[in-house]
């Protein structure tokens, strides 16, 4: 169902009106069914109170010579040459009698419908003792079957039978005759859904295309400022004004967004330029304190001295990198080559083994080669599997592809996409804090020492890493304990 539901403003707002529309016809249609419901109704009492009020007028005045007229030219069955509606003759209109003519298929009138009729008798001066109003088919009325039994050739006719006859009788006063009045029931006008349905298509085709252009000047800006968006999202690149186009507001607000991208490319530039500068310039006092510190007698306060400024130094290229990182993701994709990573996961890997940590690898099924940093991607690597074994005790490392195992992602977009896979064994990280676990200088250990904790650097390199490579660093608790580290990068990488 819901993908019968548009979700585009322009595709919700079309089937919106299209609805409406729709609604009003519907409404319109039933108003004018019921208006000319109301006309025939009025058409039957109007005929039924003249008759009743001048039909013993009528009847007492001689009857014209009858002209005989040539019938028509015979066009097929007897039926054809009746017409829509036919004319009472002057004898069946009105009759006096003792009683009410009655027929076993009678369908007593409303109530409203007698009050109605009622109430015309009184405005012509008719007085009603009693009143006996129904609906009967012409086939089934007494007179007008002996009428016809009379007179073959309209006998032989059929249409008149199923026609609708109002019979209404009134007793003037008590023990008085009965005036019946016989008419037929107005037929409905002919033609009157397919008519409505024309002015439906004409009225849905001149609003809906004058809609879908008004909609589509409204719409199109909005959705080059979403791709602009998006671009700038994964990439911040130089500032790329849009053009402002559209109705005055969707102006003002591509205004807005150009002005907003301007001033975040470069507050992104100038936070880059300050945090190498920052780099550059404490790395030459730290090379000269260094050597200063060779001076110091005590060699085990030299030793700690001389930590500490190699702590610092670690923490300045982790703070270089990331500034190169950030960088060098907004002005080009860097200097990208097509790469084996099944083959560098396993290099890093043997380089831990080297050290003696507990990290394994479990190669995939087949070559995964993709475009990527080298460099780049060995140091978010390398910063994964560090805090996997620092942390967790132990790290095991594996490349999914296209849903290549149960855990893996299975959906459509998981084909374009390569995850590297790291598992440790540790405590994980509490749910609420895990996002904030990707910012700078956010640890899981408190101190600052660096054989415990570091300096809070790596997953924000990593996961910096990961962004410049159109791709995310993600982190999970594992069920069954320990934490998961995952970095998705595209393969579609030129």
Not at 183 to 199: D, N
Not at 204 to 219: D, G, N, Q, S
Not at 238 to 258: C, F, K, V, W
Request: cysteine-free; proline content about 6%.
């Amino acid at each position: 169902m819901k993908r019968l539901i548009p979700t585009s403003l322009l595709g919700q707002v079309m089937t919106a009106a299209t609805l409406a529309l729709l609604v009003a016809q519907i409404v319109s249609a039933a108003l004018l069914f019921r208006a000319s419901e109301e006309r025939r109704e009025v058409a039957v009492l109007t005929g039924l109170a003249f008759q009743l009020s001048n039909g013993a007028e009528f009847a007492e005045r001689p009857r014209p010579a009858r002209v005989r007229r040539r019938p028509p030219p015979a066009q097929g069955p007897v039926d054809s040459l009746i017409r829509p509606r036919i004319r009472l003759p002057r004898e069946l209109r009105y009759i006096v009698s003792d009683s009410p003519p009655a027929s076993a298929t009678d369908t007593v009138e409303s109530n409203a419908r007698r009050e109605r009729l009622l109430d015309m008798l009184a405005a012509d001066g008719v007085p009603v003792h009693q009143m006996r109003i129904v609906e009967r088919r012409a086939g089934d009325d007494p007179a007008l079957a002996a009428f016809a039994a009379s007179r073959p050739r309209l006998a032989a006719r059929s249409t008149w039978r199923k026609q609708e006859l109002h019979v209404a009788s009134i007793q003037r006063e008590p023990g008085g005759v009965w005036e019946t009045a016989r008419v037929f029931e107005p037929p409905r006008p002919s033609g009157g859904p397919a008519v409505l349905a024309f002015q439906t298509l004409v009225i849905f085709a001149f609003l809906l295309t004058i809609l879908y252009l008004v909609l589509r000047r409204i719409t199109r800006p909005l959705q080059q400022l979403t791709a602009r968006v998006a671009d700038f999202s994964r990439t911040p690149s130089q500032a790329m004004p849009m053009e402002e186009t559209g109705p005055s507001d969707t102006r003002r607000l591509i205004a807005a967004h150009n002005t907003m991208e301007a001033r975040i490319s470069t507050l992104l530039d100038e936070k880059d330029v300050m945090l190498g500068a920052i780099g550059h310039d404490l790395k030459t006092p730290l090379a000269a304190l260094r050597v200063r510190i060779e001076s110091v007698p005590n060699e085990a306060q030299r030793a700690r001295m001389a930590d500490s400024i190699e702590d610092i130094t670690r923490t300045l290229d982790d703070i270089l990198e990331l500034a190169r990182i950030g960088r060098a993701g907004r002005d080009s994709t860097g200097e990208r080559e097509a790469v084996d990573l099944s083959a560098l996961a396993e290099s890093i890997v043997e380089e831990f083994e080297d050290l003696g940590e507990p990290v394994t690898f479990a190669p995939p099924a087949k070559r995964i080669v993709a475009q990527i940093q080298e460099t780049w991607i060995k140091r978010a690597f390398r910063n994964l599997v560090s805090n996997a074994v620092r942390y967790g005790g132990s790290a095991r490392v594996s490349l999914h592809h296209d849903g290549s195992d149960s855990g893996a992602d299975t959906s459509a977009d998981a084909a374009h996409h390569v995850t590297v896979r790291i598992d440790d064994d540790g405590p994980g990280i509490p749910a609420g804090e895990i996002e904030g676990m990707l910012e700078p200088f956010k640890r899981g250990e408190t101190s600052r020492n660096r054989s415990t904790g570091g300096a809070g650097l790596g997953l924000t390199v990593a996961r910096a890493i990961a962004t410049a490579h159109g791709g995310e660093l993600v982190l999970a608790n594992r069920t069954d304990g320990g934490l998961r580290a995952e970095i998705k990068l595209p393969l579609d990488q030129g």
